[in-house]
């Protein structure tokens, strides 16, 4: 099973300054860990779903990856996941495309509703109804293929009219990088992911279970075979919503175990997030106490 560090908290000891030198020092040790990817989340506030001041430090989600681009090179580099309102989608396409360029093809494109209210207000960014939110990640789905495709003419939907789907230079991975859609939403969100997605990422973890993650995957079966899909081909990730602490043998030997029921389901991959202000301890305790147990996962 395919391991990712999902980076969510910033507050590090005498940060801004430190900032830098501690995410490039994450980076180095994901590499000498083993983690196969680094994620960063689309939010401009912290999030107080995770016991954060929405005025605790969060950094922009795309600069950061730039920036862990720059300092690794062979972890795959992606937001988990970009909010669909926050960027329009031909230069999102460009965006991803310049990150997966410069990163020598290591960039994923993980795409998401949006939920984050607040944010959207105090930033000024509209926030549009659930539904449409939802046919608007459609179509940014639609975009960012056919802006990876040779097809460079117009495109024409409901919320987006692009005269050109130029987009040069190509990504460097072919036939371009991944696309995740994240979320479980069973009757739209699950079907985008049958229709349009390489994979799909859900909650797992105790509060979740294994069950609830069984449960999405049987939605998305469904979805699959209305549409012609090859459930198969689709990658299933999941974010593991549980304080997990690497550092220590047992915990990370437990974590091991129940990836296994998870991996019976079909996942393969799974993100952990490190809610510390120690991140770089973390990703060593997941290379010394869960990387390699993993690996025969």
């Not at 669909?84 to 997966?100: E, F, M, N, S």
């Not at 990640?137 to 409901?158: A, C, H, N, Y």
């Not at 952990?272 to 990387?291: I, K, N, S, Y």
């Amino acid at each position: 099973m395919r391991l990712g560090v999902h980076l969510v908290a910033f507050s590090f000891p005498d940060q801004p300054a430190s900032t830098g030198p501690t995410l490039a020092a994450v980076g180095a040790a994901a590499e000498e860990a083993g983690i196969d990817n680094l994620s960063v989340m689309d939010h401009y506030f912290q999030l107080p779903g995770f016991g954060l001041d929405p005025a605790e430090p969060m950094l922009e989600g795309y600069s950061t990856l730039g920036f862990l681009a720059a300092h690794t090179r062979t972890v795959d580099l992606q937001m988990l996941v970009t909010g669909v309102t926050y960027r329009h989608p031909g230069l999102l396409a460009k965006i991803v495309t310049t990150l997966d360029v410069l990163s020598g093809g290591r960039a994923v494109l993980g795409l998401g509703a949006a939920w984050y209210q607040r944010e959207h207000e105090a930033l000024g960014v509209p926030f549009p109804p659930p539904g449409e939110r939802l046919e608007r990640l459609e179509e940014t789905l639609q975009i960012v293929r056919q802006m990876w495709s040779d097809d460079d003419g117009p495109f024409e939907g409901k919320h987006y009219r692009l005269a050109e789907t130029v987009c040069s230079p190509r990504p460097v991975r072919r036939p371009h990088p991944p696309v995740m859609v994240g979320g479980g939403g069973e009757r739209k969100t699950l079907r985008l992911v049958a229709t349009y997605a390489d994979a799909c990422n859900v909650f797992g973890g105790p509060r979740v279970g294994v069950d609830g993650v069984a449960a999405k995957l049987d939605v998305l079966r469904e979805h699959c075979a209305r549409v012609g899909r090859d459930y198969d081909e689709i990658g299933k990730t999941i974010l593991y919503s549980y304080g997990l602490d690497p550092t220590d043998a047992a915990d990370g030997a437990a974590f091991v175990d129940d990836m296994k029921a998870y991996a019976d389901l079909g996942v393969t991959e799974v993100h952990v997030m490190p809610f510390t202000a120690d991140p770089v301890t973390f990703v060593r305790g997941l290379g010394d106490h869960v990387v390699p147990g993993l690996a025969g996962v």
